[in-house]
């Protein structure tokens, strides 16, 4: 058994909205909480709400199941869930075993072998398949590469281990097949078949050296004229124009006002948000941001992540001033709870208003003549500009930026931006459909990236998102 909780308010919106609106006592606060109850005869993976908070002798817990609506409400298989680290120790014997069999075969194809995480001869390693599971049985795909560096993304060797572990009986436990070289062998003695009838050629080895994919500048590469000179930046003339309220996590820019929230799962959330003194929204908040890729190989072809799973509020950290976030860019910490404290990243929120470089609004007023000539009369220009919250998650091998603009004129714009390392794959001939070739043996992997946000307006009527 596990749990895991996140300090989110799942409270009932129709009991805050008296107490945002100044006319009711504040809501009650509670705890989400995932629990996975292994130890069960049907092992289930459940989802509850305990509070109110502070615990007292009115804290209860009670299934949370009203904000889903897939049939199961907040049940999920035990075997679906993540794959967690007692599984993972109870794989280990498995693993071990058929990579040790296979040692001299890796060690020719692949320069490395596997004979347990402790043991000192091991030079490779593995990670496991995401999503493991889609129906509840449980067959997880191993993926093996060389001890991983900020490369490893780039740098994929083309052999997967497929085994089937189901709930938590290390007994059950089977190898369900090998894939490597575009073939899927059942079994270990197959797989030798093959390679010692020749079958098993490693045309194109993945390249040792990752200089080529690092992101430390080439000193080789030719530079661009003026690329030394420092880029434009943006200067705050005359001071701020927006208030912050560090510890209320509230703000206030040209009409705007609105307070921040921050968890463990999403990250950033906005609530309260008016303008003008109207509450424009409720809530505004990314939900989820999921990465679904294409391939011929176990790895590629299963490959859907649901980032949020990783955490997007622990995924965050500093940010560097003057490149993530202007020069002079307000920096507020963030907390989240941690086992049984809490964990404080620095710096890992900006707040800073920035020209939108467009004029708002502009027009020429003329005279006219007889014959329609066009003097100068007057101009009236009205300069843009948004006040901009950003974040940075690193999930994984991808760079998340976040970043939420309120502008002058009554307009929300929210937009994220992808960096970091695509997830590669072995490089074949057949297969350049799924990619492009990025080096002798990787091939980037196509893949869509879609990112969801809940945006819980209240424009003059509030019935349209209330949860009963």
Known sequence: MGRKTDARTDTNKTAVLPYIDGNGPQAPKYARVVIFEGGKKEPISQEYMVGPLPVSSNTTIQKLDYIFNGGKGGKVPFNARFFDRARDVASQPLLASVMTEVADITGKLFGGVYYGAMDNRTDLTYTFDTPVSRDGTQATRIVIFRYPTETEFLQPIDFYLLLDIPG????????????????????????????DAGQIINEFPQVRDNEWARLTPNKTAPTREFEDRLAPQSIELGGKRYKLDVEQQYVEYMGWSFYMSWTRTLGLAFYNINYKGERILYELSMQEAAAQYAGNTPKAASTVYHDTHYGFGTMSAVLLEGFDCPFGASLLNISYPDGRGTTV???????????????????????????????????GVVKASALHVRH????????????????????????????????????????????????????GSYHDHVVTFKADFDILDTKNCQIT
């Open 392 to 443: 940075i998650a690193t999930v994984g091998n991808y760079d998340y930026l976040f970043d939420f603009a309120f502008h002058v004129d009554g307009s929300i714009e929210v937009g994220v931006r992808a960096s970091g390392y695509l997830q590669a794959s072995p490089y074949y001939k057949t297969q350049d459909r799924f990619g492009p070739r990025v080096q002798k043996g990787t091939q």
């Open 345 to 379: 990243k620095p710096q890992a929120i900006c707040i800073f208003e920035a020209d939108s470089g467009y004029p708002l609004a502009r027009h020429r007023t003329t005279s006219f003549g007889p014959f329609f000539g066009y003097g100068f009369s007057n101009l």
């Open 168 to 195: 938590t009986d290390p007994s059950k436990y089977s190898l369900r097949g090998i894939v490597t070289n575009e073939k899927f062998f059942p079994t270990v003695a197959t797989f030798r078949a093959a390679y």
